[in-house]
């Protein structure tokens, strides 16, 4: 019965009628959809106000919050709104906004990720202040331009090291004052912890997810390659790609420096706790690590085998400007000032500044973070000791399949000839897919 | 003649005047569905077949050139892609026929003249309202190997518990058991409302009958409750395919890349590959999976209706 009203009801003109509406409601809600974000842009009252997008917790987090808040006190007509994304999903954020159109005006972005965003940020080289380019660490500003671009300013460079806790050296009968230089002293030395204490001795990366990193350092200090020239091509599943993977397998399935299980950040929660006496880390460790009441020192992270031209993992933040921003100028200049008056960044957060005239301050030179981890991290900079990751046009093409592989090895799942090489056979099939 | 004619138009006219106001009213009350259908659902489908097509510019969407089914010839060769379904297809297997047999059996059991009865309706129930990030939190550190209190009790009796998140073994299993521990609820509570539909002069005629308790449920209990048991089971399948924020915030795919389903496969080509056009055929994969899947549920066991 009800069936047969409702057949009723719809006679072919009001059918009609109803695609009519339907569709007019359809095309209105898509117009709605692909909004004017130029409505929304950030000047009122001749005040331009910022959008600026960072990734920064902890230690970060509240330098970068020093910094801007003393940009907004020294600047009247350009005012700097900070977002802080949580660090896992801020590319994946930042890009969502970018194809968006809603992307904010000023961005961080580490060095190996600028490449993929090059479509979406805008050339800069233009805007910058003259002389710019004196005004930063040369090696650094070499970084951070892409084919001729320039795509962003840096902030700093932090590189890895290694991170020692003095209690448990100290236990174990070893000088506290007299870190592991070398594969040989790391054996000696890791072995006697092993022996000595029921602490575990030493992981090569505390989150047990990033191991990429340092290996790309340890197999450039082999006078191996970790991509080929112009990165088309894994070149890590050779001897010395071979010799570290074992190196890996035999921290936990052989000496027992370590568990044998990759659980994310596990390691880093052990040295925390300390009950980790050596793994490696970056410069942002400085931070975490002053509020942990065990003594701590720094070295230099050589200590794989083979290391006979040493090399440590580095990676810069730098600033760029999304193209879709409707103050460029500004950003830029905001850009500039925040990476010139950096000071904060290195005494707070621990990181080399970028800044020429930051980095040979008195003001850093003097302070506790330059005696405790940055005069070292400085001496491996003026050295060229420093690996930065290769850009590539995404770099989860090599680093997941490297970091998978070296997880399982590391955990005792995975062989580690066979996985290394695997992953390289990976790595050139994304590289050239 | 003519006087008939007009008193017949005239009488047409109000039914006329009638099937219009009919119509508008419900055109009306359908518009905010629609509205909402089209923008969300209608445009998403339409666009993300078209995208397929395309090896996709997220970035300048106008540069983005058309290479008709590369995506899908591309898909049938990746090896990603099949371990994604091979891992997608060991989860459904893990879940799909716990949570269908576990959420029968809870219901069964509540229904009986048991104590406590209401306390267990609300304790069975209650995961299912958590969030999947809380859910996923929660059993990531349950599961943590030296922390987690799993781990904690296992290592007081045996010396060297498993790493369950980061086990080949066991990291799916694990992901598995949360996800149970989760859902099984929301089945319980639909299988439950359709026992106490079942009435109880079938049983009561079964027992005079002679029938045994297992007679009763095989040829009473499940063909009474067939149409809520396919509804269940077909909104559990759909549910386990897409299986996405457990695997993405307890073990991001790992280890290796035996936890990585479709969904999140999908979600790392779009966002960390940007490749939208190559996520895009992926979704349609899925799409036509589900679709045929549930057909396949409702034709073969869900027989009339």
């Given at each position: 019965?009800?069936?047969?009203?409702?057949?009723?009801?719809?006679?072919?003109?009001?059918?009609?009628?109803?695609?009519?509406?339907?569709?007019?409601?359809?095309?209105?809600?898509?117009?709605?959809?692909?909004?004017?974000?130029?409505?929304?842009?950030?000047?009122?009252?001749?005040?331009?106000?910022?959008?600026?997008?960072?990734?920064?917790?902890?230690?970060?987090?509240?330098?970068?919050?020093?910094?801007?808040?003393?940009?907004?006190?020294?600047?009247?007509?350009?005012?700097?709104?900070?977002?802080?994304?949580?660090?896992?999903?801020?590319?994946?954020?930042?890009?969502?906004?970018?194809?968006?159109?809603?992307?904010?005006?000023?961005?961080?972005?580490?060095?190996?990720?600028?490449?993929?965003?090059?479509?979406?940020?805008?050339?800069?080289?233009?805007?910058?202040?003259?002389?710019?380019?004196?005004?930063?660490?040369?090696?650094?500003?070499?970084?951070?331009?892409?084919?001729?671009?320039?795509?962003?300013?840096?902030?700093?460079?932090?590189?890895?090291?290694?991170?020692?806790?003095?209690?448990?050296?100290?236990?174990?009968?070893?000088?506290?004052?007299?870190?592991?230089?070398?594969?040989?002293?790391?054996?000696?030395?890791?072995?006697?912890?092993?022996?000595?204490?029921?602490?575990?001795?030493?992981?090569?990366?505390?989150?047990?997810?990033?191991?990429?990193?340092?290996?790309?350092?340890?197999?450039?200090?082999?006078?191996?390659?970790?991509?080929?020239?112009?990165?088309?091509?894994?070149?890590?599943?050779?001897?010395?790609?071979?010799?570290?993977?074992?190196?890996?397998?035999?921290?936990?399935?052989?000496?027992?420096?370590?568990?044998?299980?990759?659980?994310?950040d596990r390691g880093t929660k052990a040295f925390r706790s300390g009950d980790l006496a050596m793994t490696i880390n970056g410069t942002w460790y400085y931070g975490v690590l002053e509020e942990q009441d065990f003594g701590w020192g720094m070295a230099k992270p050589f200590v794989a085998p083979g290391q006979s031209a040493p090399q440590t993992w580095a990676n810069s933040h730098t600033l760029g400007v999304p193209n879709s921003s409707s103050n460029q100028e500004a950003a830029v200049e905001a850009a500039e000032w925040i990476t010139q008056n950096s000071l904060e960044w290195g005494t707070e957060a621990g990181h080399l500044p970028a800044a020429q005239t930051v980095l040979d301050s008195d003001d850093l030179r003097g302070s506790n973070v330059w005696e405790k981890t940055l005069s070292t991290f400085s001496d491996m900079a003026q050295n060229d000791e420093l690996s930065y990751m290769p850009s590539t046009e995404n770099n989860e093409n090599y680093t997941r399949p490297v970091n998978n592989a070296i997880s399982q090895i590391y955990s005792g799942q995975l062989d580690p000839e066979e996985g290394i090489k695997q992953a390289a056979t990976d790595v050139t099939n994304n590289l050239q897919g | 003649m003519a006087t008939k004619d007009t008193g017949s138009i005239l009488s047409r006219l109000p039914r006329v005047e009638a099937v219009d106001s009919e119509t508008r009213d419900g055109v009306l009350f359908a518009l905010p569905y629609l509205l909402v259908f089209s923008v969300f659902l209608l445009y998403p489908l339409l666009k993300g077949l078209y995208m397929s097509l395309f090896d996709w510019n997220a970035f300048n969407p106008a540069q983005s050139e058309f290479i008709l089914a590369e995506n899908y010839v591309r898909m049938l060769g990746d090896p990603a892609f099949w371990a994604a379904v091979r891992a997608t297809a060991l989860f459904v297997v893990l879940t799909v026929p716990t949570l269908v047999g576990l959420g029968l059996a809870?219901?069964?059991?509540?229904?009986?003249?048991?104590?406590?009865?209401?306390?267990?309706?609300?304790?069975?129930?209650?995961?299912?309202?958590?969030?999947?990030?809380?859910?996923?939190?929660?059993?990531?550190?349950?599961?943590?190997?030296?922390?987690?209190?799993?781990?904690?009790?296992?290592?007081?009796?045996?010396?060297n518990p498993p790493a369950w998140l980061n086990s080949f073994t066991f990291a799916m299993p694990a992901v598995a058991l949360a996800t149970i521990w989760w859902t099984v609820g929301f089945n319980f509570v639909i299988l439950l409302a359709a026992r106490q539909g079942v009435s109880e002069r079938l049983y009561e005629a079964a027992r005079i009958d002679g029938a045994s308790t297992w007679r009763a449920?095989?040829?009473?209990?499940?063909?009474?409750?067939?149409?809520?048991?396919?509804?269940?089971?077909?909104?559990?399948?759909?549910?386990?395919?897409?299986?996405?924020?457990?695997?993405?915030?307890?073990?991001?795919?790992?280890?290796?890349?035996s936890t990585q389903t479709l969904v999140m496969y999908l979600f790392r080509v779009a966002f960390r590959q940007q490749e939208f056009g190559y996520a895009a055929a992926i979704g349609y994969f899925l799409f036509v999976v589900l679709v045929g899947v549930s057909l396949i549920n409702y034709k073969f066991v869900g027989g009339s209706d």
């Open positions: 019965m009800s069936m047969a009203r409702k057949r009723q009801g719809v006679t072919p003109s009001s059918r009609r009628k109803f695609v009519k509406i339907a569709g007019a409601a359809g095309v209105a809600g898509l117009a709605g959809c692909s909004g004017d974000s130029g409505s929304a842009n950030g000047d009122s009252g001749g005040t331009t106000t910022l959008q600026y997008w960072t990734l920064f917790a902890g230690g970060d987090g509240e330098a970068m919050k020093t910094l801007v808040d003393r940009f907004n006190e020294e600047h009247d007509s350009v005012q700097i709104e900070r977002q802080r994304q949580p660090f896992d999903e801020y590319y994946d954020k930042l890009f969502t906004s970018m194809t968006g159109g809603d992307a904010p005006d000023l961005a961080v972005f580490h060095t190996p990720q600028i490449q993929r965003f090059t479509d979406a940020l805008t050339p800069i080289g233009g805007m910058l202040s003259d002389g710019a380019a004196d005004e930063y660490v040369n090696s650094i500003w070499q970084e951070t331009e892409f084919g001729g671009d320039r795509l962003a300013v840096p902030l700093d460079t932090h590189p890895n090291g290694l991170y020692y806790n003095k209690d448990i050296f100290e236990e174990a009968g070893l000088d506290p004052e007299s870190p592991p230089t070398n594969f040989e002293e790391l054996k000696s030395a890791a072995d006697t912890i092993t022996a000595e204490t029921d602490k575990q001795a030493f992981s090569p990366d505390p989150y047990l997810r990033f191991f990429v990193r340092q290996f790309i350092a340890w197999q450039n200090g082999r006078g191996g390659e970790f991509l080929n020239e112009d990165n088309t091509e894994a070149a890590f599943g050779d001897d010395n790609g071979v010799a570290l993977a074992q190196f890996y397998h035999d921290i936990t399935n052989e000496w027992g420096w370590d568990r044998a299980d990759s659980t994310d | 809870l219901a069964l059991g509540v229904n009986q003249d048991i104590k406590g009865k209401r306390f267990l309706r609300t304790v069975f129930f209650s995961p299912y309202v958590l969030t999947v990030s809380v859910v996923s939190l929660i059993w990531a550190e349950m599961y943590a190997p030296q922390y987690g209190p799993i781990n904690y009790y296992l290592e007081l009796i045996m010396s449920f095989k040829d009473i209990t499940l063909p009474q409750m067939r149409p809520a048991i396919v509804f269940v089971t077909t909104v559990q399948l759909i549910a386990s395919f897409q299986v996405f924020g457990q695997v993405f915030i307890m073990t991001n795919g790992g280890p290796g890349n």
